[in-house]
Each structure stands twice: as C-alpha cells, then as structure tokens.
C-alpha cells in the first residue's frame, strides 16, 4: 500500500501557484520524498524529490515540514499544461527497495 | 523527453498470444524497473534490472518475464495472455553512473507502450 495521503482532486486558477499537500506520517528517516506526475497516460514525469530540506528546481519547490510527516509540492505559476495527476512517493534510496509505490495521487485541473 | 525509448507504441493481440515489450534506458543508466498500468489497479510495480541481473520483483505474474541485455536494454515478455493483461506498460530507468549507493536512484520514465488483448 502507498504510504502516503494525498487529496483526490484539487482545482487551480491560471497563474496562480498551485499548493499539493501530501501526508506521509510513518516516513522512516532514510526515505526521501518523491513527486512524479502523469499527463493523460503519458509516462510519470519526474518532478522533484527532498530529504528533509526544502528544494526548488525549475519546476516546483518542495516544502518539507519539520517533523518530515509531510510535505507539499508548489507549482509557483500553474498553466493549463500542468493538468494532471500528481503523485507523492516516499522512498529508500538505492538497493532493492528502489522501486516506487504509487497511490492514487491528486488530479489537479488548472483552470482559465 | 526523458530519454527513456518504449516499442512498440501500441500492440494490439488475442487472447493466449504472447508479446515482447523493448525498453532502452537513458545512457548511462544501469536500472531498468517495469510498470504495469491498468485502470482498476493503478500504476503498479513489476520487476526491477540492474547491470544484467535481476534486483527486485513486485507483483509480476509466472506468465511474464524480463531480462535485461549486455547493452542495458530490457525486455519484457508476457505469455498466455489474457483480457485483464491489457494495460499501460511502462519502463523507468535509473542508477546512473555513481551507482545505487552513491545516488537518489532517481526514475525516469519512458512513454508506454499501450497492449490491448482483444
């Protein structure tokens, strides 16, 4: 089972950032925090991922709490191309535990 | 683009048939991992290839199998097929250069390949 909560559906308005939370309580200290999204039935796009730091690329920024129970993915300035479900994944690094286990993520439909 | 190739697009077959899915990873991935999406059960975790060899196993039925080839690209072979097998089937890959120890291992995901079991 996915070990992380996220919302079924959310809405955003056109240019304006886009807040997905995530909540991942039994996150063990050596599991980072992924986010993925999937457009239509195109292959999940990587999106970024943390440990306990906040990070932001050139996509979105992640805000991880401090407690690292949860954590939400930010898309500053949301287009109508950022339609799509987006997936929370908690995850060791490495190994044989390397695969991701999806839930059922958060459909986010970006407005005009 | 991830850089990540899937063939066919589509693959269109009859039941008790037996197909073979081709993945290339990015250059200089070692990882290929394998996905199976169907609409009742979601993206879901088959079997897992690292630098030829056999690194993990999700719910992959006896009636599939992979193998990974000395030029990293992987395949997939389903047999026997039945109606429920018609699915989404996509291959990450991952573990560049540094190794599984020395990176996030982070996937990467091709663009599908759709079987449809007629």
């Known amino acids: 089972d996915a070990k992380t909560t996220q919302p079924p559906s959310m809405d955003c308005a056109e240019g304006r950032a886009a807040n997905l939370p995530c909540n991942h309580s039994?996150?063990?200290?050596?599991?980072?925090v992924y986010w993925y999204r999937q457009i239509h039935s195109q292959g999940p796009q990587y999106i970024i991922h943390?440990?306990?730091n906040n990070e932001t690329n050139e996509m979105a920024s992640l805000i991880i709490t401090e407690d690292r129970k949860s954590s939400t993915l930010i898309l500053p300035h949301a287009t109508l191309r950022d339609t799509a479900v987006y997936y929370c994944?908690?995850?060791?690094?490495?190994?044989?535990?390397?695969?991701?286990?999806f839930g059922k993520g958060t459909k986010l439909s970006v407005k005009p | 683009d991830s850089g990540v190739t899937q063939t066919p697009k589509h693959l269109i077959t009859a039941t008790g048939q037996r197909v073979t899915l081709r993945c290339s990873p990015r250059?200089?991935?070692?990882?290929v991992y394998w996905y199976q999406q169907s609409l009742d059960q979601g993206l879901q975790f088959l079997i897992q290839?690292?630098?030829?060899?056999?690194?993990a196993k999700g719910n992959i039925l006896e009636r599939f199998s992979a193998q990974q080839f000395p030029d990293l690209h992987s395949e997939l072979n389903l047999s026997s097929l039945e109606l429920g097998d018609s699915a989404l089937y996509f291959c990450?890959?991952?573990?560049?250069?540094?190794?599984?120890?020395?990176?996030?291992?982070?996937?990467?995901f091709g663009p599908g390949t759709r079987l449809t079991v007629l």
């Open positions: 990450a890959s991952g573990g560049a250069r540094g190794g599984l120890a020395a990176s996030t291992d982070t996937q990467y």
């Open positions: 039994t996150i063990s200290g050596n599991e980072y």
């Open positions: 943390g440990l306990k």
């Open positions: 994944i908690v995850r060791r690094y490495g190994g044989s535990q390397g695969n991701l286990i």
């Open positions: 250059s200089g991935d070692l990882s």
């Open positions: 290839y690292y630098n030829g060899e056999e690194r």
